[in-house]
């Protein structure tokens, strides 16, 4: 698991096809890998990924079909900068959201605009995705943890303050630019809890009273 909150800009170092599948070399940057260890978890633009090799501060992971198909890391190349994040310790100051790591699909940057010091950037969500994305509630795009400020249709903001810019890939982006959208984990969990099927647990009907009765649910 991790925050959201973005330690450090690493690039790609090395890019290589193993089978189908690809390993990256990833240059930390000032992360600091020190505490680092085989087997940890590092979340790379919003994807977790496992370390199996460290070399200085370069780190390596491998990267499955599916999550090149699902994300934004096959697209990149030797140079190209990414948001990095190492997974949190219960010593972790929780200072965005809690986010898996598990990217959900791309979202595709509209519009940006000057909001006083702030950008105010426009995306436009999958379409299976924006039901799942609330004004004032977290989203995470290429790892990075972020209020919602509206919701129209697909299309959602986010509000960007001067740090965040100038420590995240949100300074890099252009119109067109596609990000790894990370949905807020309890509105997965909530949509399985009100949508399963009736006989996937003895409990869901005594589940959907209880939610009735308590204002959650119409009836």
Known sequence: MFTGIIQ????????????????LTIDSGSLGL????LGDSI????VCLTAVNYDGRRFSA??????????????????????????LTLATPL??????????????????RNDGRSVRYRFEAPAELA?????????????TSLTVNGVEGRRF??????????????????????????????ARYL????????DASADDGHLLQTLARSGFLKT
């Open 43 to 46: 979340a790379v633009n919003g």
């Open 34 to 37: 020190d505490e680092s260890g």
């Open 8 to 23: 450090a800009i690493g690039h790609i170092d090395r890019m290589e096809p193993r089978g189908g599948d690809l390993r």
């Open 62 to 87: 491998d990267v499955s079909r599916e999550t090149l198909d699902k994300t934004s890391l096959g697209g990149l190349e030797p140079g190209s900068p990414v948001n990095l994040e190492k997974a």
């Open 131 to 143: 039901r799942y994305i609330a004004a004032k509630g977290s989203v995470t795009l290429d790892g």
């Open 95 to 112: 200072g965005g959201h809690l986010v898996s790591g598990h990217v959900d699909g791309l979202a595709t940057l509209l519009e940006m």
């Open 191 to 198: 949509e399985r809890l009100l949508t399963a099927d009736a």
């Open 157 to 186: 903001d986010v509000n960007i303050v001067p740090h965040t810019r100038d420590n995240t890939l949100f300074k890099t982006y252009q119109i067109g630019t596609r990000v790894n959208l990370e949905v807020d984990i309890i």
